[in-house]
């Protein structure tokens, strides 16, 4: 096709451009962004990204016009790749995004076992209907939740006592364990083994719950200057249903200071019950879905009608 536009590989000096893309975007379809250059930089940082490794630019002229973000998780026995394309909104329908999509099936080569999944805003109807055209199907969502009003938790039983810790490092090991365990049936759960936790420690505040001096959960907080954003609550398995991830829920926003102008976030499975009516019960509302889209890569493949070598 000879329109001038080119697929190559993320570079890292791609950054601004990418950023730039993102606020394009978002005035068409404000939940995909905008990002800010440290976001975006930390973001292909994650371990699970590997410095954008197989993220693919679509270029034209020089300048990126599209980007196909792309991480391999293994979850269990299936390799999952996770997916995001996000196309210049003035060059769309130009079928772009469905050669960026091509250029990611065909990292994995011959591979049959891989599960392809996507996350897309239900209000996009563009998004949902390229998915759905490709093969993929909604298997859950995930839900984001927003407090202005913390409310107070009942008393428990629990004896674990929460505290918010400097060297978060320190406990990548067990933070690793416990995050393991408990996100291990989620669709969208990545595994991290103690080097990639302590990587992913560095960006966040960390409390923790000890018991009997033995590590009982964990909670992951961002504040940021107009909010505070809880990106992981885990509870050890076995201290599940104890009011642990409540107190530390609790702990952590009081502390950062929940109110109209400075509301708590946080995401959740819709599949997981007992979380959504953990954190209903602290103040939180449903604000935002965004559904997950998965499909067979081996499907995906033969709907194509490509043969990836």
Not at 50 to 72: C, K, M, N, T, W
Not at 142 to 167: F, H, N, Q, W, Y
Not at 219 to 243: H, K, N, T, Y
Not at 289 to 301: G, K, L, M, Q
Request: hydrophobic share 45%; charged share 20%; with cysteine.
């Amino acid at each position: 096709m000879d329109d001038g536009i080119g697929i190559r590989p993320l570079r890292e000096t791609d950054a601004e451009a990418v950023v730039a893309l993102y606020a394009r975007a978002a005035n068409v379809e404000p939940r995909l962004g905008p990002i800010t250059l440290a976001q975006w930089q930390r973001f292909t940082k994650l371990p699970q990204n590997h410095g954008g490794r197989d993220f693919r630019i679509a270029e034209q002229d020089g300048h990126p016009v599209g980007v196909a973000e792309s991480s391999l998780r293994i979850q269990g026995d299936i390799p999952s790749r996770f997916i995001k394309i996000v196309v210049a909104p003035e060059i769309r329908r130009q079928r772009i995004g469905l050669r960026l999509f091509d250029e990611l099936l065909a990292i994995d080569g011959q591979a049959s076992d891989v599960s392809l999944q996507a996350l897309v805003n239900p209000e996009w109807q563009a998004g949902v209907a390229f998915v759905t055209s490709l093969g993929f199907t909604h298997v859950e969502s995930e839900i984001d939740m927003k407090c202005v009003s913390l409310i107070a938790p009942a008393a428990t039983g629990s004896t674990a006592g929460i505290e918010r810790v400097r060297d978060a490092t320190a406990y990548a090991t067990e933070v690793a364990r416990i995050h393991n365990a408990a996100y291990g049936g989620e669709a969208g759960f990545t595994p991290h083994s103690p080097a990639e936790m302590a990587t992913v420690l560095a960006e966040y505040e960390l409390w923790i719950a000890l018991e009997a001096g033995r590590l009982a959960g964990f909670c992951m907080a961002e504040p940021e200057p107009d909010l505070v954003w809880i990106e992981s609550i885990a509870v050890d398995p076995i201290r599940q249903a104890a009011g642990i991830g409540t107190a530390l829920a609790w702990r952590a926003l009081e502390a950062n200071g929940i109110s109209a102008d400075h509301p708590g976030w946080l995401n959740v499975s819709s599949t997981n019950a007992p979380a959504l009516a953990i954190y209903r019960r602290l103040g939180f509302q449903p604000a935002h879905e965004t559904r997950r889209f998965a499909a067979p890569r081996s499907d995906i493949v033969a709907s194509r009608g490509r043969n990836f070598r």
